[in-house]
């Protein structure tokens, strides 16, 4: 049996785009490819807004690569590859096709 997203739980990734981040770019450059990538795998999801994508000036975890936040499990990334974000949604959903 597969989990599905909870109808009232969102699904929320943090770009993180402040000044440590994003200092060369970085920051939105993961960004737009996250975004690319989650409309792909997840149209239905971010359609109904079960599934979002943001940024934020600064997560207060600052490193020296590209943080994101994945909430509510607060999970946070570093350096994160595109594929190991999707992982991290798909675990939250399963096999659910809408997810
Ligand atoms: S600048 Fe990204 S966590 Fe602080």
């Not at 239905?44 to 020296?64: G, K, N």
Request: hydrophobic residues 40%.
């Amino acid at each position: 049996m597969s989990a599905a997203f909870d109808a009232d739980v969102t699904q929320r990734f943090l770009v993180c785009v402040g000044p440590r981040c994003d200092a060369e770019g970085g920051g939105r450059a993961l960004h737009a490819t996250l975004a690319d990538a989650l409309a792909r795998r997840f149209p239905e999801a971010l359609a109904s807004c079960r599934l979002s994508l943001q940024t934020r000036d600064c997560l207060r975890v600052c490193t020296r690569e590209q943080i994101v936040r994945l909430e509510p499990s607060g999970e946070v990334f570093s350096n994160p590859c595109v594929e190991e974000l999707l992982r991290a949604v798909a675990s939250e959903c399963g096999d659910d096709p809408a997810c």
